[in-house]
T-cell receptor, first 117, second 111 residues
Framework: DAGVIQSPRHEVTEMGQEVTLRCKPI?????LFWYRQTMMRGLELLIY????????DSGMPEDRFSAKMPNASFSTLKIQPSEPRDSAVYFC???????????????FGPGTRLTVL | LAKTTQPISMDSYEGQEVNITCSHN???????ITWYQQFPSQGPRFIIQ???TKVTNEVASLFIPADRKSSTLSLPRVSLSDTAVYYC????????????FGQGTELSVKP
């Protein structure tokens, strides 16, 4: 398996533009997680899905952020409109916890480095 | 929510054993404890996971006391390549438990 795949790897955009980050989880994993990492706030969980259903989105910073998982092999994280404070590295991770999202290993993608000017 | 607390940074020398402790006073009955390692410009990578007592694998050991309010990651005989940030993760259950990463411990291994 190629592991968790994220695209793009780098994104530079201007304030106000829409940004869409993409993730392909490892085949067979039923959990998918979106994280954001900054120097100031560290690694934050934004949202996670179980069997394509959002379970906890309390980490999503505000209405400008939205995430979808239309099928088991694809998820998107959208920011509209983007702001400079959204600049961060966004990680997608997948896992197959047998009794909950933290009972098995989470496999992280390489991340998308987003810069909003 | 099981908030975690770790030392911000630690220094060590090659060949030494390193112990990093994470405090999680509010850990829930169903919560597992997982440790991840992160190198610059990479995503975190799983090291070890446990629920209670001691767990050992080929790279580390995890010690969890009976009250489970803390856990200690033990790295035997560290090398320069172990220089990284180490995160303690607590939480998650089938009721949608919150997953909380600690602030991370930056380990620096010197020759």
């Amino acid at each position: 398996d190629a592991g968790v795949i994220q695209s793009p790897r780098h994104e530079v955009t201007e304030m106000g533009q829409e940004v869409t980050l993409r993730c392909k989880p490892i085949s067979g994993h039923d959990y998918l997680f979106w994280y954001r990492q900054t120097m100031m706030r560290g690694l934050e969980l934004l949202i996670y899905f179980n069997n394509n259903v959002p379970i906890d989105d309390s980490g999503m910073p505000e209405d400008r952020f939205s995430a979808k998982m239309p099928n088991a092999s694809f998820s998107t994280l959208k920011i509209q409109p983007s702001e400079p404070r959204d600049s961060a590295v966004y990680f997608c991770a997948s896992g197959s916890g047998t009794s909950g999202p933290s009972t098995d290993t989470q496999y992280f993608g390489p991340g998308t480095r987003l810069t909003v000017l | 929510l099981a908030k975690t607390t770790q030392p911000i940074s630690m220094d060590s020398y090659e060949g030494q054993e390193v112990n990093i402790t994470c405090s999680h006073n509010n850990i829930a009955t169903n919560d597992y404890i997982t440790w991840y390692q992160q190198f610059p410009s990479q995503g975190p990578r799983f090291i070890i996971q446990g629920y209670k007592t001691k767990v050992t694998n080929e790279v580390a050991s995890l010690f969890i006391p009976a009250d489970r309010k803390s856990s200690t990651l033990s790295l035997p005989r560290v090398s320069l390549s172990d220089t990284a940030v180490y995160y303690c993760l607590v939480g998650g259950d089938n009721q949608g438990g919150k997953l909380i990463f600690g602030q991370g411990t930056e380990l620096s291994v010197k020759p």
